[in-house]
């Protein structure tokens, strides 16, 4: 399959090979998809939980229980949830 695309975009994808992120613009492409996809597949139910899980967090902020946030161990966590996604 032949895929165009448009020079803003052929360009982004080869500043993420170059960076290292991808190994190739196949690559790039096909996890791009692969996340489209998944953004496709969440459910009016999984928004639902996910804000009632938000209003949780909230309140114990509020409350004072909660700490500083690390965001880089935030991220590895998201990256790992997504690869056990892509994987099953």
Known sequence: MNINLTPEMEKYVAEK????????ASEAVN???STLKT?????EE???????????GVAQADRGESGPWDVEA???????QLRRSKAS
């Open 17 to 24: 090979v170059k960076s290292g992120a991808y190994a190739s």
């Open 31 to 33: 996890d791009s998809l």
């Open 39 to 43: 953004q496709e597949e969440v459910t």
């Open 46 to 56: 999984d928004v639902i939980e996910l804000r009632a899980m938000i209003a949780v």
């Open 74 to 80: 935030f991220k590895a966590r998201v990256r790992e």
